[in-house]
């Protein structure tokens, strides 16, 4: 019997767009299957006009999101599974991996793909790619019963030879997953965003398990979402069955993978930061991001910041373009393209220039305080403890600037900013018994311990705000 069955959500609605902007939806351009129209792409910038002759800053939300389909498609998976077994996953954390890994051999159809790569000290090919029904299911279990937990953590070896495997057996129409799975600080990071970005070309999105409270938390996050990915924090090993299956159910359910952004802007403007994915930018017309797949009923809200030179009075302004590509999981069209369009008039009136979106002013007020919480806790990592708590400390301030703005708590986002404010506070008050680097004084055992706790809580709660749910 299987763990689980899909749950058809209602359709949803798309939010309203302001009277500015200028939507446009296109379809699949290639041969049948048609496209079933269940990604829906929408634009609204956060105010309704622009004053003549003074530049600007300001904010435009993309929001993507996807309806329940009719029945579940039939598309098989390919999933690349790679688990952590260094020393450190010795005892309970390994038995309960080796349990979570047998539930999901069983889970899979028989006509999906797993490959599975173990990494310590160095890299095992425990299963080379191989589809389900063609192979013997005892000795795919033994092999998992022969996993044991020794050696460091070399995760940059392990995703090459998980990699080298997949391209070496590629699949046409399936849907190509990898799971990393780990539970502490790999022996050298570097040559992981190159190993990324090559599973990201290869159509691969890479979702990350950070198994307790050792492992570095941004790295995965960070990988999942480069990729298109999802980060799941995973403090006790006994949970990875249950998170295995969710997984496994998020895939039977997706709507759209290897989702891809492409943004352009009009004459006089440029892309300031597409918050939380990429730096801040200057000159910037054209940039290039990657989205996180999406699953029946979710949703994901992009926020571009952009900067328009002093307009011209009288005349609508050309802001943004925005394209969205994407592989059909509904119906197997192939890829598919969505289009949004932001244009803006100038205006001397005044009622028309007071007009503002508090929607979208919200959730990009949420969104930088997520990528700001991620950003302090790299700070920390590198000893810069007084600046990731100003950090911390400016956005707090920031959040609650918004919630106490003039019929802020109408506004059916409140209460997760508010929850996001008390992280941020939460966070910054562990931040003060962090023991800290080796020159820093010394805290006890249990703040360090908090400190991490707090650090794994905030971080999956940001990465879940920027990305597709």
């Not at 302001?18 to 299957?33: F, T």
């Not at 600007?56 to 790679?82: H, K, M, P, S």
């Not at 598919?336 to 100038?346: D, G, K, S, T």
């Not at 503002?356 to 959730?363: C, K, N, W």
């Amino acid at each position: 019997m299987r763990l689980f069955k899909p749950t058809p959500r209602p359709r949803r609605l798309l939010a309203p767009v302001l009277l500015a902007v200028l939507l446009s939806v296109v379809g699949g351009r290639g041969e049948a299957p048609i496209d079933p129209d269940l990604v829906r792409l929408s634009a609204t910038p956060d105010r309704a006009a622009l004053v003549a002759g003074v530049p600007a800053q300001l904010v435009v939300r993309l929001r993507l999101e996807a309806a329940t389909r009719a029945e579940a498609a039939d598309v098989g998976l390919n999933l690349g599974l790679l688990l952590d077994t260094s020393g450190s996953m010795a005892g309970e954390p390994i038995e309960q991996a080796r349990a979570a890994v047998h539930a999901l051999v069983d889970e899979l159809r028989p006509s999906d793909r797993l490959t599975l790569v173990t990494f310590d000290s160095r890299a095992q090919i425990v299963l080379a790619p191989t589809t389900l029904d063609d192979a013997d299911l005892e000795a795919v279990h033994a092999r998992i019963d022969a996993i044991v937990a020794e050696g460091t953590t070399d995760l940059s070896t392990g995703l090459s030879t998980l990699l080298q495997q997949l391209d070496d057996a590629p699949t046409v129409g399936d849907l190509d997953r990898i799971v990393i799975v780990g539970d502490g600080i790999p022996n050298d990071a570097s040559a992981v965003p190159g190993l990324v970005d090559s599973a990201r070309r290869a159509g691969f999105a890479i979702t990350t398990l950070g198994v307790g409270l050792d492992y570095d938390e941004v790295l995965l996050g960070d990988i999942a979402r480069l990729s298109g990915g999802r980060f799941h924090h995973v403090e006790d090993s006994g949970c990875l069955t249950e998170t295995f299956a969710a997984e496994l159910f998020g895939a039977q359910r997706q709507i759209a993978g290897n989702v891809h952004l492409q943004l352009s802007t009009g004459p006089g403007v440029t892309i300031s930061r597409v918050v939380g994915s990429t730096p801040n930018m200057s000159g910037q017309h054209q940039y290039a991001v990657v989205l996180a797949e999406l699953a029946e009923g979710e949703a994901q809200e992009i926020f571009v910041e952009i900067a328009v030179d002093a307009p011209k009075a009288d005349r609508t302004l050309e802001l943004l373009d925005a394209i969205v590509t994407f592989d059909d999981r509904a119906n197997g069209s192939g890829r598919i393209e969505r289009r949004a369009f932001v244009a803006m008039p100038v205006s001397s009136d005044a009622g028309l220039l007071a007009m503002r979106s508090p929607d979208v002013e919200f959730g990009a007020v949420g969104a930088r305080a997520a990528a700001a919480t991620i950003e302090a806790i790299t700070m920390t990592k590198a000893g810069d403890l007084d600046a990731a708590d100003a950090l911390l400390l400016y956005n707090e301030r920031e959040l609650d600037g918004r919630l106490n703005h003039d019929n802020a708590q109408d506004n059916p986002n409140a209460d997760k900013l508010a929850r996001q404010g008390s992280g941020i506070a939460k966070l910054r008050n562990e931040l003060r018994h962090y023991r800290g680097p080796a020159n820093a004084p010394k805290a006890p055992i249990e703040a360090n311990e908090a400190w991490q706790r707090a650090t794994k809580d905030a971080n999956a709660a940001s990465v879940d705000l920027l990305q597709a749910h």
